[in-house]
Protein backbone atom coordinates (compact mmCIF):
# COMPACT_ATOMS: atom_id res chain seq x y z
CA UNK A 1 0.00 0.00 0.00
CA UNK A 2 1.33 3.14 -0.73
CA UNK A 3 1.17 5.65 2.23
CA UNK A 4 3.17 9.41 2.49
CA UNK A 5 5.10 8.48 5.24
CA UNK A 6 4.21 12.12 6.92
CA UNK A 7 0.45 10.41 7.16
CA UNK A 8 0.92 7.31 9.11
CA UNK A 9 1.40 9.04 12.33
CA UNK A 10 -2.16 11.02 11.81
CA UNK A 11 -3.72 7.01 11.25
CA UNK A 12 -4.58 6.72 15.02
CA UNK A 13 -6.74 10.23 15.42
CA UNK A 14 -8.37 9.92 12.34
CA UNK A 15 -9.56 6.42 13.48
CA UNK A 16 -10.90 8.21 17.21
CA UNK A 17 -12.31 10.96 14.93
CA UNK A 18 -14.11 8.86 12.31
CA UNK A 19 -16.15 6.99 15.44
CA UNK A 20 -17.11 9.77 16.90
CA UNK A 21 -18.58 11.21 13.49
CA UNK A 22 -19.96 7.96 12.72
CA UNK A 23 -21.57 7.52 16.25
CA UNK A 24 -22.56 11.30 15.81
CA UNK A 25 -20.69 13.11 18.50
CA UNK A 26 -17.26 14.81 18.66
CA UNK A 27 -15.93 16.82 15.32
CA UNK A 28 -15.95 20.59 14.83
CA UNK A 29 -19.00 22.36 15.24
CA UNK A 30 -19.91 24.14 11.60
CA UNK A 31 -19.53 27.83 11.52
CA UNK A 32 -22.36 30.25 11.01
CA UNK A 33 -21.86 32.05 8.24
CA UNK A 34 -24.06 34.95 5.93
CA UNK A 35 -24.50 35.41 2.55
CA UNK A 36 -23.25 37.98 0.77
CA UNK A 37 -26.25 39.25 -1.01
CA UNK A 38 -27.36 39.89 2.70
CA UNK A 39 -24.56 43.01 2.81
CA UNK A 40 -26.08 46.07 1.58
CA UNK A 41 -23.84 48.64 3.11
CA UNK A 42 -22.74 52.03 1.18
CA UNK A 43 -19.64 51.42 -0.17
CA UNK A 44 -16.95 54.34 -0.54
CA UNK A 45 -15.08 55.62 -3.91
CA UNK A 46 -11.88 54.45 -4.86
CA UNK A 47 -9.42 52.00 -2.89
CA UNK A 48 -7.52 48.95 -3.69
CA UNK A 49 -9.08 45.70 -2.87
CA UNK A 50 -5.95 42.62 -2.82
CA UNK A 51 -8.26 39.32 -2.95
CA UNK A 52 -5.90 35.74 -2.54
CA UNK A 53 -6.49 33.01 -4.91
CA UNK A 54 -5.72 29.68 -4.28
CA UNK A 55 -4.47 29.29 -7.48
CA UNK A 56 -2.78 30.47 -10.42
CA UNK A 57 -5.29 30.61 -12.94
CA UNK A 58 -4.79 29.29 -16.93
CA UNK A 59 -4.59 32.11 -19.43
CA UNK A 60 -7.15 34.63 -19.23
CA UNK A 61 -8.72 33.77 -22.69
CA UNK A 62 -12.71 33.21 -22.76
CA UNK A 63 -11.66 30.69 -25.83
CA UNK A 64 -9.13 28.17 -24.40
CA UNK A 65 -9.69 28.95 -20.18
CA UNK A 66 -10.61 25.35 -18.28
CA UNK A 67 -10.14 26.54 -15.20
CA UNK A 68 -12.13 27.82 -12.18
CA UNK A 69 -10.33 30.41 -10.77
CA UNK A 70 -9.96 31.98 -14.63
CA UNK A 71 -13.83 32.19 -14.75
CA UNK A 72 -13.30 34.44 -10.98
CA UNK A 73 -10.89 36.61 -12.87
CA UNK A 74 -12.94 36.77 -15.84
CA UNK A 75 -16.39 38.01 -13.63
CA UNK A 76 -14.21 41.38 -13.22
CA UNK A 77 -12.97 41.75 -16.60
CA UNK A 78 -15.17 39.83 -19.21
CA UNK A 79 -18.48 40.29 -18.74
CA UNK A 80 -21.19 37.27 -20.48
CA UNK A 81 -24.34 37.81 -22.65
CA UNK A 82 -25.76 35.81 -19.82
CA UNK A 83 -25.10 35.76 -16.37
CA UNK A 84 -27.17 34.15 -12.99
CA UNK A 85 -28.46 36.21 -10.34
CA UNK A 86 -28.45 35.43 -6.29
CA UNK A 87 -31.65 33.10 -7.03
CA UNK A 88 -29.13 31.03 -9.40
CA UNK A 89 -31.53 32.11 -12.35
CA UNK A 90 -30.33 33.49 -15.65
CA UNK A 91 -30.41 37.01 -16.41
CA UNK A 92 -29.41 39.30 -19.12
CA UNK A 93 -25.75 41.08 -19.00
CA UNK A 94 -24.42 42.01 -22.40
CA UNK A 95 -28.12 40.86 -24.17
CA UNK A 96 -30.49 42.35 -23.42
CA UNK A 97 -33.07 40.54 -23.05
CA UNK A 98 -33.38 36.25 -22.79
CA UNK A 99 -33.43 34.98 -26.34
CA UNK A 100 -36.17 34.40 -28.61
CA UNK A 101 -36.16 30.99 -29.38
CA UNK A 102 -38.40 29.60 -32.47
CA UNK A 103 -40.88 27.18 -32.03
CA UNK A 104 -38.78 24.43 -33.90
CA UNK A 105 -35.91 25.45 -31.37
CA UNK A 106 -33.00 25.92 -33.96
CA UNK A 107 -33.50 29.82 -34.17
CA UNK A 108 -32.02 31.80 -31.42
CA UNK A 109 -32.30 35.42 -32.07
CA UNK A 110 -30.45 37.46 -28.80
CA UNK A 111 -30.77 41.31 -28.79
CA UNK A 112 -27.65 43.11 -27.48
CA UNK A 113 -27.27 45.84 -24.74
CA UNK A 114 -26.49 49.79 -26.92
CA UNK A 115 -24.03 52.39 -25.91
CA UNK A 116 -21.82 49.49 -24.55
CA UNK A 117 -18.13 50.33 -25.29
CA UNK A 118 -14.85 47.46 -24.62
CA UNK A 119 -12.55 48.13 -22.55
CA UNK A 120 -10.12 49.49 -25.54
CA UNK A 121 -12.89 52.41 -26.00
CA UNK A 122 -14.03 50.11 -29.22
CA UNK A 123 -17.50 49.50 -30.01
CA UNK A 124 -19.77 46.36 -28.79
CA UNK A 125 -22.18 45.31 -31.08
CA UNK A 126 -23.42 42.16 -33.06
CA UNK A 127 -20.27 41.99 -35.15
CA UNK A 128 -17.99 41.45 -31.83
CA UNK A 129 -20.24 39.35 -31.18
CA UNK A 130 -20.02 37.08 -34.05
CA UNK A 131 -16.43 37.03 -34.26
CA UNK A 132 -16.36 36.19 -30.54
CA UNK A 133 -18.60 33.04 -31.09
CA UNK A 134 -17.18 31.87 -34.51
CA UNK A 135 -13.60 31.99 -32.79
CA UNK A 136 -15.38 29.68 -30.04
CA UNK A 137 -16.46 27.16 -32.41
CA UNK A 138 -14.10 27.02 -34.82
CA UNK A 139 -10.36 27.63 -33.59
CA UNK A 140 -8.34 24.74 -33.23
CA UNK A 141 -7.40 25.32 -29.48
CA UNK A 142 -10.77 26.25 -28.43
CA UNK A 143 -11.85 24.70 -25.48
CA UNK A 144 -15.59 25.84 -26.15
CA UNK A 145 -16.39 23.41 -29.31
CA UNK A 146 -18.68 21.60 -27.59
CA UNK A 147 -20.38 24.18 -25.87
CA UNK A 148 -21.41 25.56 -28.82
CA UNK A 149 -21.46 22.47 -31.06
CA UNK A 150 -25.16 22.79 -31.63
CA UNK A 151 -24.53 25.88 -33.68
CA UNK A 152 -24.20 26.00 -37.28
CA UNK A 153 -23.93 29.96 -37.96
CA UNK A 154 -23.99 32.98 -36.40
CA UNK A 155 -25.54 36.02 -38.59
CA UNK A 156 -25.54 39.60 -37.76
CA UNK A 157 -28.86 41.16 -38.23
CA UNK A 158 -28.46 43.97 -37.35
CA UNK A 159 -25.73 45.75 -35.20
CA UNK A 160 -27.94 45.21 -31.97
CA UNK A 161 -29.02 42.26 -32.53
CA UNK A 162 -27.58 38.43 -33.22
CA UNK A 163 -29.01 34.99 -34.69
CA UNK A 164 -27.80 31.85 -33.87
CA UNK A 165 -29.08 29.27 -36.24
CA UNK A 166 -28.69 25.81 -34.63
CA UNK A 167 -28.34 22.42 -36.15
CA UNK A 168 -30.60 20.74 -33.89
CA UNK A 169 -32.77 21.96 -30.68
CA UNK A 170 -30.18 22.62 -27.95
CA UNK A 171 -31.70 23.94 -24.67
CA UNK A 172 -28.67 24.35 -22.63
CA UNK A 173 -27.34 26.93 -25.15
CA UNK A 174 -29.02 30.06 -23.25
CA UNK A 175 -26.92 28.39 -20.10
CA UNK A 176 -23.44 27.92 -22.06
CA UNK A 177 -24.12 31.63 -22.90
CA UNK A 178 -24.34 32.53 -18.96
CA UNK A 179 -20.56 31.08 -19.03
CA UNK A 180 -17.04 31.07 -21.02
CA UNK A 181 -18.86 30.63 -23.91
CA UNK A 182 -21.10 33.93 -23.84
CA UNK A 183 -17.54 35.45 -23.44
CA UNK A 184 -17.21 38.72 -25.93
CA UNK A 185 -13.87 39.68 -26.64
CA UNK A 186 -12.82 43.25 -28.66
CA UNK A 187 -12.34 42.41 -31.91
CA UNK A 188 -9.57 44.98 -32.04
CA UNK A 189 -7.40 42.88 -29.06
CA UNK A 190 -8.23 39.80 -31.07
CA UNK A 191 -6.69 41.24 -34.11
CA UNK A 192 -3.59 42.52 -32.31
CA UNK A 193 -3.07 39.74 -30.19
CA UNK A 194 -4.48 36.13 -32.18
CA UNK A 195 -3.37 33.10 -30.48
CA UNK A 196 -2.07 35.13 -27.84
CA UNK A 197 -4.91 37.55 -26.73
CA UNK A 198 -4.54 35.77 -23.16
CA UNK A 199 -1.76 37.76 -22.06
CA UNK A 200 -3.37 40.77 -22.70
CA UNK A 201 -7.39 40.15 -22.81
CA UNK A 202 -9.84 42.81 -23.93
CA UNK A 203 -13.45 42.28 -23.29
CA UNK A 204 -16.65 44.36 -21.42
CA UNK A 205 -16.00 44.89 -17.81
CA UNK A 206 -15.81 46.51 -14.05
CA UNK A 207 -11.83 46.71 -14.86
CA UNK A 208 -9.51 46.10 -17.48
CA UNK A 209 -6.38 43.90 -17.90
CA UNK A 210 -3.49 45.90 -16.35
CA UNK A 211 -0.90 43.53 -15.45
CA UNK A 212 0.09 39.85 -14.77
CA UNK A 213 3.41 38.29 -12.64
CA UNK A 214 3.25 34.53 -13.76
CA UNK A 215 2.31 32.51 -10.43
CA UNK A 216 2.57 35.95 -7.99
CA UNK A 217 -0.42 38.25 -9.26
CA UNK A 218 -2.79 39.51 -11.58
CA UNK A 219 -3.77 43.66 -11.69
CA UNK A 220 -7.00 44.93 -13.03
CA UNK A 221 -8.01 48.71 -12.91
CA UNK A 222 -11.10 50.49 -13.23
CA UNK A 223 -12.68 50.47 -16.63
CA UNK A 224 -13.48 54.37 -17.33
CA UNK A 225 -15.85 52.88 -20.43
CA UNK A 226 -18.05 50.62 -18.94
CA UNK A 227 -21.34 51.07 -19.53
CA UNK A 228 -22.37 50.90 -15.38
CA UNK A 229 -18.94 52.85 -14.07
CA UNK A 230 -21.22 54.61 -11.68
CA UNK A 231 -21.60 51.31 -9.97
CA UNK A 232 -17.62 50.42 -9.93
CA UNK A 233 -16.19 51.78 -6.70
CA UNK A 234 -12.61 50.16 -6.60
CA UNK A 235 -9.59 51.64 -8.32
CA UNK A 236 -7.75 48.99 -8.85
CA UNK A 237 -8.38 44.55 -7.75
CA UNK A 238 -5.17 42.81 -7.42
CA UNK A 239 -5.66 38.79 -7.23
CA UNK A 240 -2.46 37.57 -5.20
CA UNK A 241 -1.65 33.67 -5.70
CA UNK A 242 -1.57 32.31 -2.72
CA UNK A 243 -1.76 28.50 -2.95
CA UNK A 244 -1.17 27.32 0.66
CA UNK A 245 -4.61 27.42 2.61
CA UNK A 246 -2.77 28.33 5.93
CA UNK A 247 -0.90 30.85 4.89
CA UNK A 248 -3.70 32.57 2.95
CA UNK A 249 -6.08 32.67 6.18
CA UNK A 250 -2.44 34.34 8.13
CA UNK A 251 -2.81 36.60 4.94
CA UNK A 252 -6.12 37.63 5.68
CA UNK A 253 -5.71 37.53 9.44
CA UNK A 254 -2.54 39.99 9.09
CA UNK A 255 -4.13 42.36 6.63
CA UNK A 256 -1.90 41.35 3.80
CA UNK A 257 -4.92 40.76 1.81
CA UNK A 258 -8.30 42.15 2.26
CA UNK A 259 -10.39 39.21 0.94
CA UNK A 260 -9.45 35.35 0.13
CA UNK A 261 -11.29 33.35 -1.86
CA UNK A 262 -11.88 28.83 -1.01
CA UNK A 263 -10.71 29.22 2.67
CA UNK A 264 -10.30 25.89 3.57
CA UNK A 265 -12.85 24.27 5.68
CA UNK A 266 -10.13 23.70 8.39
CA UNK A 267 -9.54 27.75 8.52
CA UNK A 268 -13.23 28.92 8.62
CA UNK A 269 -13.49 28.41 11.97
CA UNK A 270 -10.42 29.96 12.65
CA UNK A 271 -10.83 32.72 10.38
CA UNK A 272 -14.45 33.42 11.59
CA UNK A 273 -13.40 33.71 15.23
CA UNK A 274 -11.44 36.50 14.58
CA UNK A 275 -13.31 39.91 15.67
CA UNK A 276 -11.98 42.09 12.35
CA UNK A 277 -13.09 39.48 9.98
CA UNK A 278 -15.78 37.65 8.55
CA UNK A 279 -16.83 34.74 6.04
CA UNK A 280 -19.53 34.41 3.73
CA UNK A 281 -20.66 31.48 1.68
CA UNK A 282 -21.25 30.39 -2.06
CA UNK A 283 -21.31 27.45 -4.44
CA UNK A 284 -23.22 24.36 -4.40
CA UNK A 285 -23.39 23.61 -7.95
CA UNK A 286 -20.60 21.87 -8.14
CA UNK A 287 -20.24 17.98 -6.61
CA UNK A 288 -17.24 15.74 -5.59
CA UNK A 289 -17.24 12.05 -5.17
CA UNK A 290 -15.48 8.59 -6.71
CA UNK A 291 -15.21 7.88 -10.13
CA UNK A 292 -14.08 4.06 -11.06
CA UNK A 293 -12.89 3.03 -13.78
CA UNK A 294 -15.32 1.23 -15.50
CA UNK A 295 -14.51 1.29 -19.49
CA UNK A 296 -11.82 3.80 -19.71
CA UNK A 297 -9.12 1.65 -21.34
CA UNK A 298 -8.19 3.66 -24.46
CA UNK A 299 -8.82 7.26 -23.33
CA UNK A 300 -12.56 9.04 -21.61
CA UNK A 301 -12.80 10.16 -25.82
CA UNK A 302 -12.67 6.71 -27.49
CA UNK A 303 -14.53 3.82 -27.39
CA UNK A 304 -14.87 1.85 -24.31
CA UNK A 305 -13.42 -1.31 -23.49
CA UNK A 306 -12.94 -4.33 -20.93
CA UNK A 307 -11.08 -3.00 -17.76
CA UNK A 308 -9.43 -6.03 -15.31
CA UNK A 309 -9.61 -4.76 -11.67
CA UNK A 310 -12.27 -5.85 -9.12
CA UNK A 311 -14.22 -2.86 -9.46
CA UNK A 312 -13.98 -2.47 -12.80
CA UNK A 313 -15.61 -5.74 -13.46
CA UNK A 314 -18.04 -5.80 -11.07
CA UNK A 315 -20.89 -3.92 -10.46
CA UNK A 316 -21.63 -6.09 -7.01
CA UNK A 317 -18.57 -4.67 -5.75
CA UNK A 318 -19.32 -1.22 -6.91
CA UNK A 319 -22.92 -1.30 -5.28
CA UNK A 320 -20.69 -2.61 -2.13
CA UNK A 321 -17.87 0.17 -2.11
CA UNK A 322 -20.66 2.94 -1.87
CA UNK A 323 -22.33 1.24 0.26
CA UNK A 324 -19.34 0.96 2.75
CA UNK A 325 -19.23 4.80 2.83
CA UNK A 326 -21.11 7.22 5.13
CA UNK A 327 -21.85 10.88 3.41
CA UNK A 328 -22.52 12.52 6.27
CA UNK A 329 -19.62 11.24 8.57
CA UNK A 330 -17.29 12.41 5.77
CA UNK A 331 -18.55 15.14 5.91
CA UNK A 332 -18.52 15.68 9.30
CA UNK A 333 -14.97 14.43 9.73
CA UNK A 334 -13.12 15.37 6.53
CA UNK A 335 -15.03 18.91 6.06
CA UNK A 336 -16.23 19.92 9.41
CA UNK A 337 -19.81 19.77 8.22
CA UNK A 338 -19.28 22.70 5.86
CA UNK A 339 -20.35 20.80 2.48
CA UNK A 340 -23.85 19.29 1.15
CA UNK A 341 -24.22 15.30 1.76
CA UNK A 342 -25.50 13.97 -2.01
CA UNK A 343 -25.35 11.55 -4.16
CA UNK A 344 -26.50 13.25 -7.48
CA UNK A 345 -24.83 15.53 -9.59
CA UNK A 346 -27.52 18.25 -9.54
CA UNK A 347 -27.42 20.87 -6.85
CA UNK A 348 -29.99 20.21 -3.70
CA UNK A 349 -31.95 23.21 -4.90
CA UNK A 350 -31.83 22.67 -8.58
CA UNK A 351 -35.79 22.86 -10.19
CA UNK A 352 -34.45 19.87 -12.09
CA UNK A 353 -33.66 17.90 -9.30
CA UNK A 354 -36.00 14.28 -8.62
CA UNK A 355 -37.39 15.37 -5.26
CA UNK A 356 -38.12 11.93 -5.10
CA UNK A 357 -34.41 10.95 -4.53
CA UNK A 358 -33.16 8.92 -1.49
CA UNK A 359 -29.15 8.29 -1.02
CA UNK A 360 -28.35 5.18 0.33
CA UNK A 361 -26.56 5.41 4.05
CA UNK A 362 -24.18 2.79 5.27
CA UNK A 363 -24.64 -0.33 5.46
CA UNK A 364 -21.53 -2.80 6.19
CA UNK A 365 -23.68 -6.09 6.36
CA UNK A 366 -25.69 -5.44 3.22
CA UNK A 367 -21.95 -4.61 1.57
CA UNK A 368 -20.61 -7.97 2.38
CA UNK A 369 -22.76 -9.81 1.35
CA UNK A 370 -22.56 -8.41 -2.34
CA UNK A 371 -18.63 -8.94 -1.96
CA UNK A 372 -19.26 -12.13 -1.22
CA UNK A 373 -21.75 -12.56 -4.23
CA UNK A 374 -19.36 -10.93 -5.74
CA UNK A 375 -17.09 -14.20 -6.46
CA UNK A 376 -14.10 -11.74 -5.44
CA UNK A 377 -11.80 -13.03 -2.36
CA UNK A 378 -11.38 -10.23 -0.09
CA UNK A 379 -9.74 -8.33 0.63
CA UNK A 380 -10.40 -6.31 -2.61
CA UNK A 381 -7.05 -4.03 -3.94
CA UNK A 382 -8.39 -0.45 -5.27
CA UNK A 383 -6.16 2.26 -6.06
CA UNK A 384 -7.40 5.27 -5.04
CA UNK A 385 -5.89 8.63 -6.72
CA UNK A 386 -6.54 11.83 -4.67
CA UNK A 387 -5.45 15.19 -5.48
CA UNK A 388 -1.92 15.66 -2.69
CA UNK A 389 -3.32 17.61 -0.75
CA UNK A 390 -4.09 17.75 3.02
CA UNK A 391 -8.07 17.64 3.00
CA UNK A 392 -8.16 15.59 0.10
CA UNK A 393 -5.71 13.01 1.48
CA UNK A 394 -7.60 12.79 4.62
CA UNK A 395 -10.43 11.88 2.70
CA UNK A 396 -8.97 8.84 1.02
CA UNK A 397 -7.91 7.50 4.37
CA UNK A 398 -11.53 8.30 5.68
CA UNK A 399 -12.74 5.79 2.44
CA UNK A 400 -10.17 3.66 3.00
CA UNK A 401 -10.80 3.27 6.70
CA UNK A 402 -14.50 3.13 6.14
CA UNK A 403 -14.55 0.34 3.38
CA UNK A 404 -11.70 -1.57 4.98
CA UNK A 405 -14.88 -3.11 7.28
CA UNK A 406 -16.44 -4.51 4.12
CA UNK A 407 -13.74 -5.87 2.60
CA UNK A 408 -11.86 -3.73 0.43
CA UNK A 409 -7.84 -2.78 0.73
CA UNK A 410 -7.74 0.74 -0.47
CA UNK A 411 -4.03 1.94 -1.41
CA UNK A 412 -4.36 5.82 -1.29
CA UNK A 413 -2.43 7.04 -4.26
CA UNK A 414 -1.89 11.27 -3.79
CA UNK A 415 -1.32 12.60 -7.03
CA UNK A 416 -0.94 16.22 -8.08
CA UNK A 417 -3.83 17.76 -10.14
CA UNK A 418 -2.44 18.44 -13.63
CA UNK A 419 -1.17 14.13 -13.32
CA UNK A 420 -4.32 13.07 -12.47
CA UNK A 421 -6.35 14.74 -14.65
CA UNK A 422 -3.94 13.54 -17.40
CA UNK A 423 -4.14 9.76 -16.07
CA UNK A 424 -7.84 10.13 -15.75
CA UNK A 425 -8.32 10.93 -19.27
CA UNK A 426 -6.24 8.10 -20.41
CA UNK A 427 -7.72 5.79 -18.00
CA UNK A 428 -4.62 5.01 -15.84
CA UNK A 429 -6.45 4.25 -12.64
CA UNK A 430 -8.78 2.02 -10.71
CA UNK A 431 -10.52 4.48 -9.15
CA UNK A 432 -9.69 8.30 -8.47
CA UNK A 433 -11.34 11.22 -6.41
CA UNK A 434 -12.87 14.23 -8.91
CA UNK A 435 -14.76 17.93 -8.48
CA UNK A 436 -16.66 19.64 -10.80
CA UNK A 437 -17.12 22.79 -10.31
CA UNK A 438 -21.13 22.38 -11.60
CA UNK A 439 -23.14 24.61 -13.91
CA UNK A 440 -26.69 26.15 -13.63
CA UNK A 441 -27.82 23.94 -16.41
CA UNK A 442 -27.97 19.93 -15.66
CA UNK A 443 -26.64 19.58 -19.28
CA UNK A 444 -23.33 21.21 -18.50
CA UNK A 445 -22.93 18.42 -14.84
CA UNK A 446 -24.13 15.35 -17.11
CA UNK A 447 -23.38 14.92 -21.00
CA UNK A 448 -19.70 15.74 -20.65
CA UNK A 449 -18.71 13.85 -17.52
CA UNK A 450 -21.08 10.69 -18.24
CA UNK A 451 -21.87 10.33 -21.62
CA UNK A 452 -20.21 8.03 -24.27
CA UNK A 453 -17.21 9.74 -24.89
CA UNK A 454 -17.22 12.44 -22.64
CA UNK A 455 -14.16 14.18 -22.25
CA UNK A 456 -14.49 14.25 -18.06
CA UNK A 457 -16.23 10.65 -18.53
CA UNK A 458 -13.38 8.97 -17.04
CA UNK A 459 -15.13 6.13 -15.96
CA UNK A 460 -15.88 5.15 -19.51
CA UNK A 461 -19.37 4.91 -18.86
CA UNK A 462 -21.47 4.01 -22.34
CA UNK A 463 -25.12 2.98 -21.46
CA UNK A 464 -28.28 4.07 -23.57
CA UNK A 465 -29.78 4.38 -20.29
CA UNK A 466 -27.82 7.30 -19.58
CA UNK A 467 -26.69 8.90 -22.99
CA UNK A 468 -30.33 8.66 -24.46
CA UNK A 469 -32.46 10.58 -21.67
CA UNK A 470 -29.57 13.25 -21.45
CA UNK A 471 -30.26 13.76 -25.53
CA UNK A 472 -33.54 14.41 -25.48
CA UNK A 473 -33.91 16.37 -22.72
CA UNK A 474 -30.97 19.02 -24.68
CA UNK A 475 -33.66 18.68 -27.68
CA UNK A 476 -37.03 20.20 -25.64
CA UNK A 477 -37.59 23.68 -24.20
CA UNK A 478 -39.95 21.46 -21.63
CA UNK A 479 -39.00 21.83 -17.74
CA UNK A 480 -40.96 19.04 -16.58
CA UNK A 481 -40.19 16.86 -19.45
CA UNK A 482 -36.11 17.54 -19.05
CA UNK A 483 -36.57 16.89 -14.80
CA UNK A 484 -38.18 13.35 -15.66
CA UNK A 485 -35.66 12.54 -18.17
CA UNK A 486 -32.78 13.70 -16.16
CA UNK A 487 -33.75 11.22 -13.31
CA UNK A 488 -34.28 8.48 -15.76
CA UNK A 489 -30.06 8.97 -16.59
CA UNK A 490 -29.09 10.11 -12.95
CA UNK A 491 -30.88 6.97 -11.90
CA UNK A 492 -29.13 4.37 -14.27
CA UNK A 493 -26.08 5.95 -13.53
CA UNK A 494 -26.83 4.72 -10.00
CA UNK A 495 -26.71 1.35 -11.63
CA UNK A 496 -23.69 1.49 -13.00
CA UNK A 497 -21.75 2.89 -10.59
CA UNK A 498 -19.30 4.82 -12.59
CA UNK A 499 -19.21 7.59 -10.42
CA UNK A 500 -20.03 7.48 -6.70
CA UNK A 501 -20.86 11.25 -6.29
CA UNK A 502 -20.49 12.42 -2.47
CA UNK A 503 -21.17 16.09 -1.65
CA UNK A 504 -21.33 19.30 -3.03
CA UNK A 505 -19.05 21.64 -2.30
CA UNK A 506 -20.07 25.17 -0.40
CA UNK A 507 -16.77 27.53 -0.83
CA UNK A 508 -16.19 30.05 2.04
CA UNK A 509 -15.10 33.25 1.23
CA UNK A 510 -13.38 35.52 3.99
CA UNK A 511 -13.16 39.46 4.00
CA UNK A 512 -12.12 41.89 6.21
CA UNK A 513 -15.28 43.19 7.89
CA UNK A 514 -15.19 46.81 6.29
CA UNK A 515 -15.30 45.37 2.50
CA UNK A 516 -18.82 45.19 1.48
CA UNK A 517 -20.60 45.05 -2.17
CA UNK A 518 -18.99 41.81 -2.98
CA UNK A 519 -21.83 39.23 -4.88
CA UNK A 520 -21.29 35.62 -4.11
CA UNK A 521 -23.56 33.13 -5.81
CA UNK A 522 -23.99 29.37 -6.39
CA UNK A 523 -21.15 29.31 -8.91
CA UNK A 524 -18.68 30.32 -5.90
CA UNK A 525 -17.11 33.06 -8.44
CA UNK A 526 -17.15 36.25 -6.31
CA UNK A 527 -18.54 39.55 -8.05
CA UNK A 528 -16.04 42.52 -7.62
CA UNK A 529 -18.05 45.06 -9.74
CA UNK A 530 -19.80 46.57 -6.73
CA UNK A 531 -17.36 45.80 -4.14
CA UNK A 532 -15.64 48.47 -2.07
CA UNK A 533 -14.69 49.84 1.14
CA UNK A 534 -17.77 50.47 3.47
CA UNK A 535 -18.66 54.38 3.99
CA UNK A 536 -18.34 55.31 7.47
Not at 132 to 143: G, I, Q, V
Not at 334 to 360: E, H, I, T, W
Not at 524 to 530: C, S
Request: aromatic share 6%; charged share 20%; glycine share 10%.
Amino acid sequence: MYLPRRLVAALAALSLALAAACSGGGGTAKPSVSAATADNRAVKNGGTLTMALSADPDALDPSTSVTLLGREVFTSICEKLYDINADAQIVPQLASALPDISGDGKTVTIKLRSGVKFNDGTAFDAAAVKKSLDRDRTWKKSARTADLAAVKNVDVVDPGTVRLTLSRPYSPLTAQLADRAGMVMSPKALDAEGDDFGAHPVCVGPFKFASRTSGSQIVVDRAPDYYDAAKVKLDRVVYKIIVDPNVRAANLKSGDVQAAEELANTTVAGVQADPNLRVVSGGGLGYYGVQINIGNAHGSTEKPGPINTPLGKSPELRQAFELSLDRAAINKTVYNGLNQPDCSPLPLNSSFRDKSLACSGRDVAQAKQLVAKSGFKPPIPVKLQVPNDATNERLGQVIQQMTKETGFDVSVQPIDFATGLEQGAAGKFDAMQVGWSGRIDPDGDLTGQITTGGQNNYAGMSDPGIDDPIQQAAATQDAAQRTRLYSQAIQRQAQVRGMIYLYHQLYYLGMRKDVAGIRYYADGLPRLGTAGFAAQ
